[in-house]
């Protein structure tokens, strides 16, 4: 139970806030090459992480808000975490910055409820993205970039 306020008077309701936010879609093909088949195409976020990018990222949190849903169903690269399974960069490059969204795919081989998750989000400089790009596999680069 969570206190609603309706009216000005705070009650008491059964109804449960929702723990994962549907972000978006991304295109399997472009994934399943390397990771195999994906169990979905849908994106989540669920309340746990959105909290963990409101306070390990602060300075980026109106990013993630206002550009979110762009960079995961239209990255300009995908980079393969080398250090995490089935784990990828979704990254977006704006003008001053780039951003990054650490998405955690839903592989034929998990368990069937997971779905694809983002786990954090941050800028990146340029240099430090020149870096993830000479050190991990480069899936997919927008050509115009």
């Known amino acids: 139970m969570h206190d609603v306020l309706k009216g000005g ?24 090459k ?27 949190y ?33 003008p001053e910055t780039n951003l990054n969204v650490v998405l955690r795919l839903a592989v034929e081989t998990d368990k069937k409820e997971l779905k694809n998750s983002i786990m954090t989000f941050h800028r990146v400089r340029n240099s430090y993205l020149h870096k993830m790009l000479t050190r991990n596999k480069v899936l997919y680069m927008r050509k115009e970039l």
């Open 62 to 94: 109106s990013y993630f808000k206002r550009y979110a849903v762009e960079t995961v169903q239209n990255p300009d690269i995908i980079i393969v975490d080398g250090k995490h399974k089935s784990t990828v960069f979704l990254v977006k490059s704006l």
């Open 34 to 60: 390397e990771f195999g088949i994906l169990q979905t195409d849908e994106v989540i976020l669920t309340n746990e992480r959105d909290t963990h990018i409101k306070d390990h990222h602060p300075q980026d």
């Open 9 to 32: 008077i705070v009650g008491k309701t059964t109804e449960k806030v929702p723990q994962l936010h549907i972000i978006g879609n991304i295109d399997v093909d472009l994934f399943e």
